[in-house]
């Protein structure tokens, strides 16, 4: 496996600010993911972080809300824009080792609180 | 979108006593089914199944794939209040690109070992 890091790990914002969340792995990896798990609710994928170009968004995510960057094999970050109290949630990100393309691992998640 | 359901939602169960949680897929075109334990925020990987009829077994867990009927299992024996979580479920098919792969997951199975 891998040991994956996440920052900040909660944090409280005012709507119609942003908030960058930072994912840090500390071996390379092949793939990067975004997910979101919202109150209740089962996981979901946001959007694939690709190295050295754009993310692949999944239906209902789009680029001006979630822009996401990977400038390498070992780091990627998320920007939540523009938010609001529906963007409240549990985001998460994942890696998939060179070692193991199918198996994804966790990062420990941050926990996003919109008033 | 292909649905991942798993069943029961919830169950409460006492120390000891074995339990046996499902989870069905629709989608044909996947690669692996893949079993998660979520205590707090980040999802811990339990099992990967890629072939059917194979048991995977980890301790008192054990998990097993039917590619024909499209469901997995994951069984729990001697339960223990450690064992209190949230399981889910996911496959792992190609995302909305087509390009590289995703897991879609279930809405979890909560269980809840009482001493």
């Known amino acids: 496996s891998a040991v994956i890091s996440q920052k900040p790990s909660r944090d409280i914002c005012q709507r119609g600010t942003s908030l960058t969340i930072q994912c840090q792995v500390d071996?390379?990896?092949?793939?990067m993911f975004w997910y979101r798990q919202q109150p209740g609710q089962s996981l979901t994928l946001i959007a694939t972080?690709?190295?050295?170009?754009?993310?692949?968004?999944e239906s209902g995510f789009v680029i001006d809300k979630f822009p996401i960057s990977r400038p390498n094999l070992t780091f990627s970050t998320l920007t939540v824009s523009n938010m609001s109290p529906e963007d409240s949630s549990i985001y998460l990100c994942?890696?998939?080792?060179?070692?193991?393309?199918?198996?994804?691992?966790f990062g420990p998640g941050t926990r996003l609180t919109v008033l | 979108e292909d649905k991942v359901v798993q069943s029961p939602l919830s169950l409460v169960v006492h120390e000891g006593d074995t339990v046996t949680l499902n989870c069905s897929y629709e989608?044909?075109?996947?690669?692996?089914l893949l079993w998660y334990k979520q205590e707090k925020k980040a999802p811990t990987f339990l099992f990967m199944l890629?072939?059917?009829?194979i048991e995977k077994k980890s301790g008192r867990l054990s998990s097993i794939l039917d590619k024909k009927e499209l469901f997995s299992i994951l069984n729990i024996t001697a339960t223990q209040t450690g064992d209190s979580a949230v399981y889910l479920c996911?496959?792992?098919?190609?995302?909305?690109?087509?390009?590289?792969?995703?897991?879609?997951f279930g809405k979890g199975t909560l269980l809840t070992v009482n001493p």
């Open positions: 996911a496959d792992n098919r190609p995302n909305s690109g087509g390009s590289n792969y995703k897991l879609t």
């Open positions: 989608v044909t075109n996947f690669r692996s």
């Open positions: 071996s390379q990896v092949t793939m």
């Open positions: 972080a690709n190295q050295g170009s754009e993310a692949t968004y």
């Open positions: 994942s890696v998939a080792l060179l070692s193991s393309y199918n198996e994804q691992f």
């Open positions: 890629t072939s059917s009829g």
